[in-house]
C-alpha cells in the first residue's frame, strides 16, 4: 500500500504572465476588427436587393431594366444626372427617392442621385432653381412642386451652356410629382332649393384623392426623353380615320398617351396634296381607316415603305378595309379577312376575344405564351409566314404571326345573321391571327439590320377604348412601337401603375372593429398580464 504524497512533492503553478495574457487579447481584438471590416467592405461591394413588399412595388419592370443595361446608358462618358427635389411631407416621397436609388443601382453607377428637400434646403434649392431655369423672383427659390430633374447633357453641353447661360436643354427632362400620381374625384352631392322657387338645384363638390401610382412610366420616359433630345414624330393619317380626336374618352387619347411614354409625339396630317412623306417620320400610324386611297396616295405610302427604316402602323377596325390598303396589305403579306372573330358559349355567340401572344419573336420575349383579351369585335388576319412567294421573296419581306386567338374562336363571315356556327365551307379556322409584323429588308444580318423597314398590322382598335384597357394589350402596343423605331432594349413588360384600395364596410362593421381595438385588445393585454403576476407571487 503506497504512502500519500507529500504536499512537497507537488510542482508550483507558474505565475501568469499578464503581458501575453493582454498581447493575445489585443491581437484576437484586431483580427475580430479586421474580419468584421472586411466583411462589412465586401458586403457593400457585393450584395444582392429583394424586393420583399406584396406586389413588388420596389423592382423596375423588365423593360425600363432592359434600357438600363443598354448601350444608350452604358456606354455614357458622362453620368445622368437625377435631382429628387421633393419635401419630406411629401405623397409618395419616400417610394420616389427609393425608386431613383434603383434605378442608380441597375444603370450600374451611370445614374446619380442627388436628394434635395426644397423647403429644408433653400441655398441648394436656389442652386437648382438658377442652374435648370426655374428660378422664381417673388419665393426667391425653386418652386414648392415637388419634381425629380433628369440632366442627360454632357459635361461639354453643361460648360457651354454655363458660359452662355442658358439653363434650358432638349437633354434636360421635368417630371413633376403631379405627374407620377393619379387622382380621383370623390363627389359630394347636395341639393339646395332656391328662395322663391319650387326646384331644387343640385350641387356638386367634390375632393381629389390619390387612387394610382405612375412613378416608373414618368420617370422612364423622361429618362428616354433626356438621352434622346427632340421627341420622334409619328405621323397619323387623319384624313383617312374615323377615330375621334376631341371626346375625353376617346381611344386617340390612350393612343396618344401610349406613344408619349415612349419619346412619340402623333401629329396628325392630311395625305391628299402631299407629295411626300416627311422625311422626319419615325413612323406612319393609319388607324381606324374609313376613306379609301386614290392611287396617287397609295404610292406616297408604298414610296415611303420602300424607304430604310421605314415604319407602318395599321389598327384596322373588323367592318371596314378599304381597297387599296387592302391590296397594299396584301402584297405585303398580310391580307384583312372580310370575317368576324367569335366562338359560342352557352348558346350564345361572344365576341370578345381570348388571344396569347405568339412564340419566337424577340421583341416579345417577355409577352410570348401570355393570354390577353380583347373586346368588342375583331377580324382575323392571314398572314403568309411560310410563303415561298417568289414577289415576297425578292423583295425580302417576311411577315410573322404576333396574336392568336383560342383554339374555340373562328373567323365568321356572317355575323350579325343569327344563330352563328362554323362553316367550314365559309368561315376560316383555326389558326385565327389578330395581329401580324412585316420587316422588309436584310433583318438577320447584323450589317443591315438596322436600315430594314417594319410594319405592325392589327384587326382590333376596341382595345384603345378607356373602358377596355388591360396592360398585356398596352404593353403590346408600345413594345411594337418601340421595336417598329428600332429601340427593341424598350420593348417587354412595361411599368405597372399601384393602386390604393378600398374595403368596404358598413357602419356596424366599422363599429366592431373599432370596440376590438379600443377595448377587447387592450383587456385581453391586462388578462394576460394578472396571470403573470399571480403566478409569479405564487
Do not use: C
Not at 434600357?67 to 419616400?94: Q, T
Amino acid at each position: 500500500m503506497s504512502e500519500p504524497t507529500s504536499d512537497a512533492t507537488i510542482p508550483s503553478a507558474k505565475p501568469v504572465s499578464r503581458w501575453r495574457v493582454g498581447s493575445l487579447s489585443l491581437v484576437q481584438i484586431t483580427l475580430i476588427a479586421l474580419l468584421l471590416i472586411a466583411l462589412n467592405y465586401l458586403s457593400s461591394q457585393y450584395y444582392q436587393v429583394k424586393d420583399v413588399s406584396r406586389g413588388s412595388n420596389f423592382t423596375l419592370s423588365p423593360a425600363t431594366v432592359r434600357y438600363l443595361h443598354s448601350d444608350a446608358v452604358r456606354k455614357r462618358k458622362d453620368p445622368i444626372r437625377w435631382i429628387v427635389a421633393m419635401r419630406a411631407s411629401a405623397d409618395f416621397s419616400d417610394r420616389v427617392r427609393a425608386l431613383a436609388e434603383e434605378y442608380s443601382r441597375q444603370s450600374d453607377g451611370k445614374i446619380t442621385v442627388k436628394l434635395v428637400d426644397p423647403v429644408r434646403n433653400l441655398d441648394e434649392a436656389q442652386k437648382l432653381a438658377a442652374t435648370y431655369g426655374m428660378y422664381d423672383p417673388a419665393n426667391q427659390q425653386l418652386s414648392r412642386k415637388d419634381l425629380v430633374i433628369i440632366d442627360a447633357r454632357t459635361q461639354e453641353q453643361i460648360d457651354a451652356a454655363a458660359k452662355e447661360k442658358q439653363p434650358t436643354s432638349a437633354n434636360v427632362r421635368i417630371v413633376s410629382a403631379d405627374l407620377m400620381i393619379t387622382y380621383q374625384v370623390e363627389r359630394d352631392k347636395t341639393a339646395r332649393r332656391k328662395q322663391g322657387e319650387g326646384n331644387a338645384e343640385l350641387q356638386t363638390s367634390g375632393e381629389r384623392k390619390p387612387v394610382g401610382f405612375q412613378a416608373e412610366d414618368m420617370l422612364t420616359a423622361g429618362l428616354v426623353a433626356a438621352l434622346e433630345g427632340t421627341p420622334r414624330k409619328v405621323y397619323f393619317l387623319a384624313d383617312k380615320s374615323r377615330m375621334d380626336l376631341e371626346s375625353a374618352k376617346s381611344p386617340w387619347k390612350t393612343f396618344e398617351k401610349t406613344l408619349a411614354l415612349q419619346n412619340l409625339i402623333l401629329e396628325p396630317i392630311s395625305l391628299s396634296g402631299m407629295t411626300a412623306i416627311p422625311d422626319d417620320a419615325a413612323a406612319v400610324a393609319i388607324v381606324s381607316p374609313k376613306y379609301d386611297f386614290s392611287p396617287e396616295e397609295i404610292n406616297l405610302l408604298e414610296t415611303y415603305w420602300d424607304r430604310p427604316k421605314s415604319s407602318l402602323l395599321v389598327l384596322l377596325k373588323p367592318d371596314e378595309v378599304p381597297a387599296r390598303l387592302r391590296t397594299f396589305l396584301r402584297a405585303n403579306g398580310v391580307t384583312p379577312r372580310r370575317d368576324t372573330v367569335v366562338t359560342v358559349r352557352s348558346k350564345q355567340t361572344v365576341s370578345t376575344v381570348h388571344a396569347s401572344f405568339t412564340l419566337g419573336v424577340p421583341f416579345l420575349q417577355d409577352l410570348a405564351g401570355q393570354a390577353t383579351i380583347f373586346e368588342g369585335t375583331s377580324s382575323s388576319l392571314e398572314v403568309r409566314e411560310n410563303s415561298n412567294e417568289d414577289a415576297l421573296a425578292n423583295r425580302q419581306i417576311r411577315p410573322v404571326p404576333l396574336i392568336q386567338a383560342a383554339p374555340e374562336f373562328w373567323g365568321e363571315t356572317k355575323f350579325g345573321q343569327g344563330k352563328e356556327t362554323f362553316d367550314p365551307l365559309e368561315d376560316k379556322g383555326a389558326p385565327i391571327y389578330l395581329a401580324a409584323g412585316v420587316t422588309r429588308g436584310a433583318e438577320s444580318d447584323d450589317r443591315f439590320a438596322n436600315q430594314s423597314s417594319r410594319m405592325l398590322v392589327m384587326s382590333n382598335t376596341d382595345f384603345l377604348d378607356p373602358d377596355r384597357l388591360m396592360e398585356s394589350n398596352l404593353d403590346f402596343l408600345a413594345s411594337s412601337v418601340n421595336w417598329m423605331v428600332g429601340r427593341e432594349e424598350l420593348a417587354g413588360i412595361g411599368p405597372h401603375s399601384l393602386g390604393r384600395y378600398k374595403i368596404p364596410l358598413l357602419d356596424a362593421q366599422a363599429a366592431f372593429i373599432n370596440r376590438i381595438n379600443l377595448f377587447f385588445l387592450p383587456a385581453f393585454a391586462l388578462v394576460i398580464a394578472g396571470f403573470v403576476w399571480s403566478s409569479r407571487r405564487a
